[in-house]
């Protein structure tokens, strides 16, 4: 298995290209591509590898995790695939993101503490920005286009000769899914599993008893399955086993 790791976006999000090393097929998984030196990065390493890039798998629809879908799929054709309910957020984020607002109004500007937040929706651009009226702080909320696969627990989805497996896990948000390659002993978990954490779940449609009882399904792989998480750096299964508090 060729796997690289990008680190990108503006909260440094995993991005990984993984493909067959003989058959130079190819996924990434959780692209946040936004300015012109992560495309250079992403676009370069697929060129000089000589892979054929004919997917992306969103583990779940937060934008630090689909914000290259668009590029992606506009540069190489490559199919978007992502769970069948965290697609439809995907497509149209912001309305995930007033309904945040709706729902907490008063949320404090990560900048500067004031809570003066406004959302401007470019939807034809299929995009929104969320930004603070007070210290001029502000992020882009780029929309994937439509998915040309909705995923469920179980679905394989092969790449080359390798099998990526799909294991629901809720909790981070309702479509949070992992990508198990029992062959290479690898997973790739979002923000369901990280390193000695897991993912937030403070969020409308988050959920923190759904996280533990996902993060704890996954200690039934082998301990020496190696965890890709979708911030921070890699583990292993027996290791979060031993030393995760939310898991033990
Ligand atoms: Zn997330
Ligand atoms: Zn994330
Ligand atoms: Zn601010």
């Keep these: 298995m060729f796997l690289k790791r990008?680190?990108?976006?503006?909260?440094?999000?995993?991005?990984?290209?993984?493909?067959d090393e003989t058959i130079r097929d190819a996924v990434i998984i959780d692209p946040d591509i936004r300015t012109r030196q992560e495309k250079e990065e992403v676009t370069g390493e697929i060129g000089r590898q000589k892979l054929s890039l004919k997917r992306v798998i969103n583990t779940h629809h937060h934008s630090?995790?689909?914000?290259?879908?668009r590029m992606l799929k506009e540069t190489y054709g490559a199919g978007i695939l992502i769970h069948e309910l965290d697609a439809p957020v995907a497509r149209?984020?912001?309305k995930w993101w007033q309904k945040t607002m709706r729902a907490d109004p008063m949320h404090p500007c990560p900048g500067c503490g004031h809570q003066e937040n406004y959302l401007n929706v470019f939807e034809?651009?299929?995009?929104?920005v969320l930004g603070c009226k007070a210290c001029g702080f502000s992020i882009e909320i780029l929309s994937s286009p439509p998915a040309d696969r909705l995923l469920c627990h179980g679905d394989v989805i092969n790449v080359g000769r390798?099998?990526?497996?799909v294991i629901h896990t809720p909790g981070h948000t309702p479509g949070g899914m992992c990508l198990y390659v029992k062959e290479e002993k690898a997973i790739f978990t979002g923000d369901?599993?990280?390193?000695?954490?897991?993912?937030?779940t403070d969020t409308i449609d988050g959920s923190h008893e759904d996280i533990l009882k996902s993060a704890r399904s996954l200690m039934e792989l082998p301990d020496e399955t190696i965890v890709y998480p979708g911030h921070g750096d890699q583990t292993t299964i027996g290791r979060e086993k031993r030393e995760n508090?939310?898991?033990r």
Excluded: Q
């Design 6 to 19: 990008f680190v990108l976006g503006p909260i440094e999000t995993n991005c990984y290209l993984v493909a």
């Design 64 to 69: 630090d995790h689909i914000g290259g879908n």
């Design 92 to 94: 149209e984020p912001w």
């Design 124 to 128: 034809e651009e299929g995009k929104a």
């Design 162 to 165: 390798m099998e990526f497996r």
């Design 192 to 200: 369901t599993l990280l390193n000695l954490s897991v993912g937030r």
């Design 245 to 247: 508090p939310y898991v």
